[in-house]
């Protein structure tokens, strides 16, 4: 089993910024690829961005590019999302997931194994 646990989340006025984390656990945990996904109440979960422990290739969706920022650090098995520009649509609980696949970083919900509690981010316009 792996472990997921985010934090970071919190109020932030829009064009703000917020730094998210997952700290991963659990020792089955080696080296998946980890992303973080986001819900809106009343909305499907979707895919915000993801990084590849192999190989640092990461992948983001359109509506975060220039914006949102993954980041790694191998050692302490965390993965940090550091969001900047925040928009009101941006609101929403952001949950961490675990993905074992080790091709092309997945972009849908299918391709995670294992995900955190989440963690909500509003933004005040």
């Known amino acids: 089993q792996v472990q997921l646990v985010e934090s970071g989340g919190g109020l932030v006025q829009a064009g703000g910024s917020l730094r998210l984390s997952c700290a991963a656990s659990g020792r089955t945990f080696r080296g998946h690829t980890m992303g973080w996904f986001r819900q809106a109440p009343g909305k499907e979960r979707d895919f915000v961005v993801a990084?590849?422990?192999?190989?640092?290739?990461?992948r983001y969706a359109d509506s975060v590019k220039g914006r949102f920022t993954i980041s790694r650090d191998s050692a302490n098995n965390t993965v940090y999302m550091q969001m900047s520009s925040l928009k009101p649509e941006d609101a929403a609980v952001y949950y961490c997931a675990a993905s074992s696949w080790t091709g092309v970083v997945p972009n849908t919900t299918n391709g995670y194994d294992y995900w955190g509690q989440g963690t909500q981010v509003a933004v005040s316009s």
């Open positions: 990084i590849s422990w192999r190989d640092g290739s990461t």
